[in-house]
């Protein structure tokens, strides 16, 4: 008796067909990963308006100063370890309103240093950071860097005529003031939006609520023009706060 068998040709069809179900099937995935991602970091920005909200109550009104308080440490650092100073979220965590630092990194970031529990284990390069120094926040009972601790996210340093005055809950344009977002600088290879979500940023607004803004990749660029630099240029941040992030968009 022959057993019937598959020829060549015929498995050949069959692993065309299956790689080209894969190959449609594939994008539609990854999106689908994303906007999973997209929907666990607009979650966590709406529990920092809580968070926020609630130290506010605390504090008369007065949410935490951003990082223009001390001038050069640029937007991406949330905590002065040499003096102990917190910035911006940090304050979260240093006065015990938070207590998982891993709340501090949305799940489409990327960064090999700015990370939970990670620190650069070499200088580096353009930025000059010695072993040791610089990155993410650590885990419970580690020393973490000795210099400044970063996250994925920015929150806005620059209100105020002087351009470091902290925001009050009782801003009258609160729904359109945005406060948090998903991590916008580019500065050579140490930052930047390569790193995180590839189409637009996740937004907290001073009134609590979350907008997604979508940003055409190849429109990135424009958050930092050629020759200018947002780290530690507080009157560039707040035009692109204004402009870029603000409601209406």
């Not at 979260?92 to 939970?116: E, G, I, N, Q, V």
Request: overall charge negative; some cysteine; charged content about 15%.
């Amino acid at each position: 008796m022959t057993r019937a068998a598959f020829t060549l040709i015929e498995l050949l069809v069959v692993v065309s067909i299956i790689a080209l179900l894969i190959a449609i099937l594939l994008p539609s995935l990854k999106q689908a990963r994303e906007q999973a991602k997209r929907t666990v970091c607009g979650s966590g920005q709406r529990q920092f308006g809580v968070l926020l909200f609630t130290y506010g109550q605390d504090n008369k009104g007065i949410l935490p100063p951003g990082n223009a308080r001390l001038g050069l440490w640029g937007i991406d650092s949330t905590y002065h370890v040499q003096s102990g100073t917190p910035l911006g979220l940090a304050y979260l965590m240093d006065l015990k309103y938070m207590t998982d630092a891993r709340m501090f990194y949305c799940p489409s970031w990327k960064h090999p240093l700015l990370a939970y529990d990670v620190i650069n284990a070499a200088t580096e390069p353009g930025a000059g950071f010695p072993p040791g120094s610089y990155g993410g926040w650590p885990a419970p009972g580690h020393a973490g860097p000795t210099q400044s601790r970063g996250i994925s996210y920015h929150y806005r340093a620059t209100f105020g005529k002087t351009g470091n005055q902290p925001a009050r809950l009782t801003d009258p344009d609160a729904g359109m003031t945005a406060l948090v977002a998903d991590h916008w600088v580019r500065r050579e290879a140490l930052y930047g939006v390569d790193y995180g979500h590839v189409d637009g940023y996740e937004t907290l607004y001073l009134d609590g609520h979350v907008s997604w803004i979508g940003i055409k990749p190849e429109t990135m660029e424009m958050l930092e023009p050629v020759g200018a630099t947002t780290n530690d240029n507080w009157a560039f941040q707040e035009i692109i706060w204004k402009d870029w992030f603000s409601l209406p968009h």
